[in-house]
């Protein structure tokens, strides 16, 4: 790994359109970014959600691989809940991650115990203001 503390670099373009803008990630093609009401472009609210899913999938596979568990499939669903507080505006609630993962029969335990590892060592759940739950479901396969 490189030396700590890593630094992530983006940078945002409006488009001169309502809240239509255009993000750049090191190189990679331009994401559209806008309001949670823009079609067809992504909110920073659905980005949150997305990059807190998106951590404890890459935790999940890094760990199996490392205990040497087999992931056969692995696909998640997330929902963060927003809510209003008087005299503070808009904040999440909380984050839930629903990942189903499948292992071949006999590897359930094992698996368990690797969502329950990444789930505790996701950096990006530790780095939010709000709870980031995880409700796991291992299958056979």
């Not at 490189?2 to 994401?31: C, F, K, M, N, R």
């Not at 992504?42 to 596979?61: I, K, Q």
Request: with cysteine; net charge negative.
């Amino acid at each position: 790994m490189s030396d700590i503390p890593l630094h992530y670099h983006s940078s945002y373009q409006w488009t001169g359109e309502a809240a239509a803008g255009e993000v750049s990630i090191d190189g990679s093609p331009l994401l559209p970014v806008g309001s949670p009401h823009d079609p067809g472009r992504f909110s920073p609210e659905h980005l949150l959600v997305v990059a807190a899913e998106t951590c404890l999938a890459n935790y999940v596979l890094l760990l199996a691989g490392l205990s040497k568990v087999e992931i056969k499939d692995y696909r998640s669903t997330a929902e963060g809940e927003l809510m209003q507080e008087a005299m503070a505006g808009y904040r999440f609630r909380r984050i839930v991650i629903r990942p189903v993962v499948t292992v071949a029969a006999g590897n359930e335990a094992q698996a368990e115990r690797v969502l329950q590892k990444a789930h505790k060592l996701c950096l990006v759940a530790h780095s939010l203001n709000c709870p980031v739950d995880m409700q796991a479901s291992v299958e056979a396969g």
